[in-house]
């Protein structure tokens, strides 16, 4: 199937932004659900994003993606026995055509978990005064809980349980708004493996996919085994240039990338990007989607790193800005997203608690058009199946039953704060320590990692030594004084060009602000060493 004609203009999109439906509130969460229908609740509940989200009047409904999907993705159907499910709620049934086991079985009659009461979010508050829940294996049937082991244990559905899929999608809505009526969400086991699944939904072996010039080493080595290559697209301090994705499309040349077709599929992670810290702005991120309609790419937007968008850096010994002083503040010092502009339903987000909740956890969840969730869904059923149920269980008596919408909001604040004060540290240290004359870097404005550029070319040994040998020799360098780095070359798209750049990638984001400060010493004692700056 040919795809259609892309004739749509930024101001067209512009329109359809402003003309979208109100989204969601926190304070409208309460009387929304007031109104809504009973929900079941039990074993493999049926759901879908559609018995949560608001009708989306006034907005478009999306792009159909037939001629997108490759032969895999349209050839699945769905599942029989996990259709059969939505059954079970059907009064007085007895079920004898699943395979679900008994849970008098399962060996765990309770489960007590302790976790914060916001906003008292210390180690030391939750340890004094912190909430204590108790998850039973029959507290939904006992009353005292709409989520329980006896449920959490079991099989579930892939989009995920009724009871966490509710609060996702109330949360996406409040964030994001998608700008067209027919978005869901399912829910996932991480960004990873939700990458995986969407590459094997959209590409074939011999085809590339565009991405930043460095990305996320699991991405593409997610990406290459598949027999696809990756692109890299050009980048500054605000991430992937829309021009140069402009550009090299425009030109595309099959010849010079083993005479594979345009490339159609753009992977990018717009907040506090991995390895480089960049953040695309909001006008950047509107510039990338107007190429997209442009070429009519579609866009798999990876953003585990969203709310860890920090206070402006402004250097040391200046004062700090003050915290957003309401939640509806905090939202709006929020870049908006790719799927917030997306009127046409060409953005797949990849959304994690890894980052802001723990990674252990293995809950994540995907918001894309109907069409395309659909598909993701059938490729879950026969693959991970349904996220962690233990889990989500866990994640419901912390974000539902103890801190629901506001009390998450107040979570990601206390984050934006530690996070700035550990991005701040280690910027102070590479201020004291690193000699400016061969290292120069940008405060990030989100994430977890600081990118640090290195002027090869002043090496004394430069005409006898590769950039990638010069690269090695730092490595080892700081290694030898006892501190560990990731050399940029790791994170190249394009494995086989190493560039023209040296960049090491450093992380604030677990070692204690001593630690770190001391880790960049040892690394500038390495560099001016290697540079013979001593």
Known sequence: ???????????????????SSVGLTIDGVA????????MNWGIAAHTSSDMFKGPGHGKPKSKRWDYRLNEESRSREPGSLKGAARYLK?????????????????????????????????????????ALKRIGKYDLAEGRSNYDLHVALNYGQATGSAQMLRFITEHTEIIHNPPYQDWQCCMSIGNTSSLDMACRMFVARGECIMTEEYTFVSAAETIRPMGVECVGVKMDEQGLLATSLDSILSNWDPSVHNNAPKPWLLYTVPSGQNPTGATQS??????????????????????????????P??????????????HEAFIKTLVPSLLSMDVD?????????SKV???????????????????????AEVSTQNSNGPSQLILYKLLEEEWGHRGYMDWLIHLRLEYTRRRDNICYACEEYLPKEIASWTAPMAGMFHWIKIDWQRHPWKGSKSMLEIEDEIFHAAIKRGTLTSKGSWFR??????????????????APNEKVQEGIKRFAEALKAVFQLE
């Open 1 to 19: 199937m040919a795809p259609p004609m892309a004739t749509d203009t930024q101001n067209t999109m512009d329109t359809q932004l402003t003309n």
């Open 31 to 38: 009387a929304r659900r007031s109104k809504a229908k009973q």
């Open 90 to 130: 059907n009064e007085g049934i007895v079920n004898l055509g699943g395979g679900l086991p008994s849970s008098q079985y399962f060996p765990i009659e309770y489960i007590d978990v302790k976790v914060p009461k916001a906003p008292y979010f210390s180690e030391d508050e939750t340890k004094a005064q912190g």
């Open 282 to 311: 909001e006008k950047r991120r509107k510039e990338i989607y107007h190429v997209a309609r442009k070429h009519d790419l579609y866009i798999l937007e990876d953003e585990p790193y969203f709310f860890l968008q920090m206070q």
């Open 313 to 326: 850096y402004t250097g040391p010994n200046a004062p700090d800005v003050p915290p957003p002083a309401s």
């Open 345 to 353: 339903g060409r953005v797949m987000r990849l959304d994690s608690f």
């Open 357 to 379: 909740i723990a990674p252990g956890l293995r809950v994540g969840w995907v918001t894309a058009s109907e069409q395309i969730i659909e598909r993701f869904r059938m490729h």
């Open 493 to 510: 798209a394009e494995s086989n060009n190493p560039g023209n750049d040296m960049f090491f990638r450093t992380t604030f984001a677990a």
